[in-house]
């Protein structure tokens, strides 16, 4: 039991902090994507084209602003875990 005990590493606290800061912000997005689920999702009965062509833009660009921001903080979270791997305070899976 010892030996396992000489061998953990600490997480540091920034680290602790910097994950929790990354959550965050992809837990930013939760709002926003139930707008883009609510307009993409199947509608029954008729349609408002007009509508639906002058939201369509908008929400292109929510989409592409969330799929840009999510993208750069997936890299962001990789580089964490992977310093941590590298310094041997978690184990790669």
């Known amino acids: ?3 396992h005990a000489l061998c953990v590493k600490t997480i ?3 680290e602790i902090v910097e994950l929790k800061e990354l959550m965050e912000k992809l837990a930013s997005w939760e ?3 139930v ?3 609510q307009f993409f999702a199947f509608r029954t009965g008729p ?3 007009k509508r639906v062509i002058k939201e369509y833009y908008a929400r ?3 989409f592409h602003a969330f799929y840009e921001d999510y993208r750069r ?3 962001v979270g ?3 875990v992977q310093e941590m791997v590298k310094a041997g305070k978690v184990e790669k899976f």
């Open 60 to 62: 292109g660009q929510m």
């Open 1 to 3: 039991m010892e030996k």
């Open 73 to 75: 903080l997936m890299e």
């Open 78 to 80: 990789d580089e964490l």
């Open 12 to 14: 540091s606290y920034q």
């Open 35 to 37: 707008i883009l689920e």
């Open 47 to 49: 349609i408002n084209k």
């Open 31 to 33: 709002e926003p994507l």
